[in-house]
C-alpha cells in the first residue's frame, strides 16, 4: 500500500522514498496526473519491489525518440538524415536525460528500496534517466501523445533553441584521440578499474591513462562504454588546459 504523507512516502518497511511530496513534481512539469498511480509507478525503482518502472521506462523511451525526431524533422527541414541522428542522439542520450531530471530535482522523488538508497541512488545517472523516461510513459497513458509532446518540448525547449546541426556532436573519446593524434602523441589507453553492484545494475570505474603527458584521470559509468567517454571528457578538458596554457 502507498500513501503520501507530508514530504515522505508511507509504504512498506522494504521501501523507500527519498522525501519529496511528488505536487511540487507535477508544478515542475505542469501536468498534474489523472491517475496518480502512473506517477508512483514511474518514480518507484525495481529495487523498491513490484509495480516498479521498467515498463513505463520502456514505453516512453519510444515516445521520447518519436518526439524529439519529428520536432527536429519540423526545426531543421535541410539538415541531413546523419545531421538530425545525432542531434537526436545527443537529446535523449542518459547524460541528457539526468541532467533533465537533476533539474526537476527527480531524486528528490524517488522510491527506491533501502540499499540503492543508501548508495546514492537517487543521483546515479542511470536511474535518475530512467525514471524521466518512465514520467513520459507515464503522462502519454494518462493524458494521451499530444500532453506527452507538450511536457517533452517544454523540458527541452532551452537545449532546442540552442542547437544546430552543424554543431560538433563527436563524442568526448573521438574528441580526445583527434586531439592526441593533432600533436603526434599516443593515444590514451582505457582500464576498468573495478565494478560494483548487482548484474543489472552494475557500476564500472574506468581509467584514461595518456602516457605521453604521465596523466591519469577515473570515472564512472552504467556501462563500461559510459564510463569511458565520463574519464575521456575530464581528460580531455585537463589536456586542453594543459596543452593550451
Not at 148 to 168: F, K, M, W
Request: hydrophobic share 40%.
Amino acid at each position: 500500500m502507498v500513501a503520501w504523507n507530508g514530504r515522505a512516502l508511507v509504504r512498506a518497511s522494504s521501501e523507500v522514498s527519498v522525501n519529496a511530496e511528488p505536487k511540487r513534481l507535477e508544478q515542475a512539469l505542469d501536468y498534474v496526473f489523472r491517475q496518480p498511480d502512473y506517477l508512483t509507478q514511474a518514480l518507484t525503482h525495481r529495487s523498491a519491489g513490484g509495480g516498479h518502472n521498467e515498463r513505463l521506462e520502456f514505453l516512453g523511451d519510444s515516445i521520447l525518440n518519436f518526439v524529439i525526431a519529428a520536432e527536429l524533422y519540423d526545426r531543421f527541414p535541410h539538415a541531413t538524415e546523419g545531421e538530425l541522428s545525432r542531434l537526436r542522439a545527443s537529446l535523449v542520450k542518459e547524460d541528457t536525460l539526468a541532467d533533465l531530471a537533476r533539474e526537476l530535482e527527480l531524486g528528490s522523488y524517488l522510491i527506491l528500496g533501502s540499499g540503492e538508497l543508501k548508495s546514492g541512488g537517487y543521483r546515479r545517472a542511470s536511474i535518475l534517466a530512467d525514471a524521466l523516461e518512465a514520467i513520459i510513459g507515464g503522462i502519454y497513458l494518462d493524458g494521451g501523445l499530444e500532453r506527452a509532446r507538450e511536457v517533452i518540448l517544454a523540458l527541452y525547449d532551452a537545449r532546442l533553441q540552442t542547437l544546430s546541426p552543424h554543431v560538433n556532436l563527436k563524442d568526448p573519446k573521438t574528441l580526445l584521440q583527434e586531439l592526441l593524434q593533432s600533436r603526434r602523441m599516443a593515444l590514451p589507453e582505457y582500464h576498468v578499474v573495478a565494478v560494483d553492484g548487482a548484474p543489472h545494475e552494475q557500476c564500472f570505474r574506468v581509467e584514461c591513462r595518456l602516457s605521453d603527458l604521465d596523466a591519469s584521470c577515473q570515472a564512472e559509468g552504467s556501462s563500461r562504454r559510459k564510463a569511458e567517454q565520463a574519464a575521456a571528457k575530464l581528460m580531455l578538458g585537463r589536456i586542453k588546459r594543459r596543452l593550451n596554457g
